[in-house]
């Protein structure tokens, strides 16, 4: 956790604050994570997944990308790292101009 909130630049923040922070950028990297499945999703298939997201099914959900993601735990860890590696550069940029 503390590699986290040095990266991100946090470390002196107060705990609420960098707790908020890092809620923030969990719900980026998830929201990036259904933005690049529905890219690759075809466009007739939109309102499956996101009934099938809405609803919580998880197994559902699997067995209905796997056609179109067959490696699903490789795909969203790599739209994670691409989330975090961006916010830290968001980050780094923000506190050089300070």
């Not at 002196?12 to 990297?29: D, F, L, R």
């Not at 690049?36 to 067995?63: C, N, S």
């Not at 739209?79 to 980050?91: C, V």
Request: glycine content about 6%; aromatic content about 6%; charged content about 25%.
């Amino acid at each position: 956790m503390q590699t986290l909130l040095t990266d991100l630049s946090i470390q002196s923040q107060p705990p609420e604050t960098q707790i908020e922070i890092v809620s923030k950028i969990g719900a980026n990297i998830a929201r990036r994570i259904v933005w690049a499945i529905i890219e690759l999703l075809p466009p007739e298939k939109h309102e499956e997944f996101m009934r099938l997201v809405d609803a919580g099914d998880g197994e559902g959900l699997q067995a209905f990308l796997a056609p179109y993601i067959p490696d699903q735990q490789k795909f969203a860890e790599n739209e994670a790292i691409q989330e975090y590696d961006a916010t830290k550069a968001r980050a780094k940029m923000l506190m050089e101009g300070m």
